[in-house]
């Protein structure tokens, strides 16, 4: 694959979490390392929630730690694999990120 192509791909990830239409940029805002990302729903079941994943990698101009985060029927109000990812890249990157772990106990453990 052509390189163009690529880096065409990796700006739309980033602007998944920094972009001012991103749909993770309220997740990542005030974030000090640029991260590259996507994520979305999977639905099994019509009668249950949607499985939400991300998948993403940082920091974006030099690339440490790639994470994906599946979370079965966690189709909840907001972006909970994004926050898992988040505490998961910030743990790796040693920053002790810990601001939505309110968001996870409040909306994870339903």
Avoid: C
């Amino acid at each position: 694959m052509k390189q163009e192509y690529l880096d065409a791909v990796y700006e739309g990830m980033k602007l998944v979490t920094k972009g001012s239409s991103g749909t993770l940029r309220n997740v990542f805002k005030d974030y000090p390392i640029d991260i590259a990302a996507k994520s979305g729903t999977a639905e099994e079941n019509k009668n249950k929630s949607s499985h939400v994943w991300f998948v993403g990698f940082a920091p974006y101009d030099d690339p440490q730690i790639a994470v994906t985060v599946m979370i079965p029927f966690g189709d909840v109000t907001g972006s909970p694999a994004a926050v898992v990812a988040k505490n998961i890249i910030g743990e790796y990157m040693g920053l002790n990120y810990s601001s939505s772990s309110d968001y996870m106990e409040n909306h994870l453990s339903e």
